[in-house]
């Protein structure tokens, strides 16, 4: 450890204390600012999340503020046996049908994007301005834009087709950016190394290409999921007939005023909590099989 | 007829990368099958560019590769029996020792049990046993250089592309796995191709150095001929061992030069084949360990050439003492001194010496 | 046989263009083309060439005062979510000493990211409420004798929502540019006599410059884009441009709509295209 010497030495220890980035000593007053700072807005961040969970779990009584009143599971019932609220059940199977289709698409698409976008070839700024378009074009506007073309073209709008291609425009272009983030570590030797061994543009995708990217493409597709389980503006116009779970939150944010919609809420996120869970997992699961290949003789 | 599979010919290779600038231009090469080549030059001179056209991975604006008399442009790598070594290696960090080393057996469609056996007697050779099962980035720098090294072998090349592959490496690693290539080389009597900006390092392995600058060989040859008989200034520098200095001819007299300026009326330089006339700038270079050095007054022997000057400074190298002189306005001249000989009557900054060398020790360079 | 380069790499993105082209560009030019139609009042489209659809949406007195709030709420956010993602990035990247904590604590922060935004919306609903925590716990202080009623149903309640939703887009790109500045660099800042604030201005906040301007891409986007937090959460008081769009289409009136929805998407490309002018985002984030 260098910290002995450097707290001998009385020049450094000044310097050390007038560092932004002190990292040793005195703590200076700005980190106390900052720390404090720091955990408002965590507190912030789940504080009113933990209301709504603690909420849903009241009985009959309760309303949608505190005091609780009791405690039971009567709304998550409720959520899912009431006419009233719609068609929940339904609205979550499909949300995560097309969730895990949008995952799969935006993975494989993203990872070749990215693989592409590493040289420069002929209309590359064209298709990176285009995908920065799509990323920030307002997603309602587009929405009924797909709507209407669907409508000009005689199609029929489905949460399967029109609202999987609208969706796919604001998670591919997101994937494509998190792709490059993690390309980013990519030595491309590893490839040419691959190739001078005679393997072929595929065996070098599947062999080396994907394992070494392995850990980045579940991040990948955390993104997909996600952004695809929570897209609201977009998938407003061009679902169809049948409710995806936002679509269906979202209507009942306008008509129903009871905790069922509490309950809804801390059904969707123990959903995502499940995916991030299963996501890391995944993520420590390939690492760990790394290590532990490497080290069995 | 001996086996000429891994000779290779670079015929008129050139590579521009935006169509005006070359950054190899029409380089003509052979090299011996089953020699030792070294690429030598600083960074920029076009001398990896050269390998990764061997090696495939970049294709010539122009010029022809042949390899064993076939003309090998436009093949993909893998076709060409040639492997690569990359600088920094790039083994596949996911993959084990061994599998690193069987992958290429892998790709080519052999099952488990074959290309096992195949990488493990790999392995004994660059003896790695005991670290097969390690993944890459558990291994030091020179146990990855063996890996690399083996991983390219494997394929039975004719040929092994090696791109700075000492570079990673800390000076006492380097000198030990300099050996190591060159063992590796003798046991798989295959060409090797190594680029390096190392003089150090070419002249130790090679058996034929090629010296480049901006994309076109100065000189290729037999490291000792490239050492001893540079054959311009930039070689004579780039390689070091020589003093370059320059002046103008005085006189041709027979077979020898004589130059003209007041410091340098002492030296002598035999003329050889050259053609050169009175008025000329020549440059002559001298090998740094055949001058000796003598405190004024004392004899020269008959014929020699000097230099008057005074010392500038003296470093102690071990093996021998490196004195520094103001011999020569605008060039740098330096002597190794043996250091027994520098010892018995040591020099020190601001003495006035006499530097004499047997005049057929000068070399008129291009 | 081997592929012309610009060949393989075109087959690559084809996929990419092959989504964009119909999900993106081909319903963009569709509401253009529909901004310049007219329409037959019951939700059909006359094909015809007319402005009047722009005429009709720039004269209006609305109009303005739907962009003025627009904007004005952008602009509160895009504050609001700097300060706040710069702050708890730099914390995170330059005070917190052991690097696991700083990832782990980083990591805290993203998870939320990764549940539904509108129940994160819906949430503050309960606290911010006339009988709502925050309410009731002044009370029984004594602080106030009135419920505080500027808490939900008002622009305040909107900011509160878009800056819980949207810090996040802001950290993580600052983050990562932050963690990316070499530790020797802002040690030699120090070594020259450099103080805090020196630091900070010449080396921190020129270094985090792309961070930022990807933060602030996201952050202005969703929000001139969004409708949905306004709408719910000001109470209906406040408007917003996609809001009267979706008013619009509500009751089939697509010709305007789309005139403002084109409208609204040159003004959302042209602050991004700003935003981009001071940084090469794609250099930024491939190296």
Partial sequence: MSAAPDALSPAKTGARRRALAPSKGRRPWTFYVLAAIFTFYVVALYGPMFCIYVLSFQDLRGGLVFPMKGLSLHWFVDLFTQARTGDVAGAFDRSIKLAILVTVITVVVSLMSALAFRRRFPGDTIVFALMIGSLVAPGLVLGIGVGLMFNALGLPTTWWGSA????????????VLVMFAVMSRFDSAWEEAAR???ASRWQTLRLVIVPVLAPGLVAVALFGFTLSYDEFARTLQTAGPQNTLPLEIWSMTLNVTSPALYALGTVTTIISFLIIGASLGAIVWIQKRRGRRASST | MTNQRGAIELAGLTKSYDGQTNVVQGVNLKIPNGAYCCFLGPSGCGKTTILRMIAGHEDPSDGEILIGGDNVVGLAPAERGTAMMFQSYALFPHLSVRDNIAFALRVRGQGKAERYRVADAMIEKVRLTELRDRLPGQLSGGQQQRVALARAAVTEPRVLLLDEPLSALDEQLRIQMRSELRRMQRELGVTFVHVTHSQLEAIALADMVVVMEKGRIKQAGPARDVYAAPRDRYVAEFLGGQNVFSGRVGAVEGDVIRLDSAELKSVIVPLGAAHVAAGDRIDVAVRRDDINLHRPGAPLAAGASSLASRVMGVEYQGNFVKVMLDAVAGDEFVVYVPERAFFEDP???????????????SRLLA | ???????????????LVLVLVPFFVAPMLVVLVASVFNTDGFGGLIPTFTLDNYIGVLTSGLTFKLYFETIRFTALVWVFTLILGFLVAYFLVFHVRNQLLAIGLFLLCTVPFWTSN????????????????????????????????????????????????LTIFMVVPIFNSMARIDKRVVEAAVDAGASRLDVMRLIVIPLSKSGVALGSIFVVAIVMGDFFVTKVMSGGGSA???GAFYEDIGVLQYPTAAASAVILTAMLMLSVALILRTVDIRREITQ
């Fill in chain 1, 164 to 175: 999987l291609g609208a969706q796919l425009s604001w998670t591919l272009p997101f994937g």
């Fill in chain 1, 196 to 198: 001078d061994l005679g």
């Fill in chain 2, 347 to 361: 020099l020190s900054v601001g003495d006035v010496v006499m530097a004499a060398w047997a005049a057929e020790r």
């Fill in chain 3, 1 to 15: 046989m081997r592929l012309n380069k610009s060949v393989v790499s075109w087959l690559y993105i084809l996929p």
């Fill in chain 3, 118 to 165: 509108i129940i994160r919306m819906i949430s503050w609903i309960p606290l911010l409420g006339k009988e709502g925590l925050i309410n009731s716990a002044l009370l029984k202080l004594g602080l106030i004798h009135e419920p505080l009623t500027f808490l939900l149903y008002s622009s305040f309640a909107v900011v509160v929502a878009y800056v819980h939703q």
């Fill in chain 3, 240 to 242: 917003s441009v996609v």
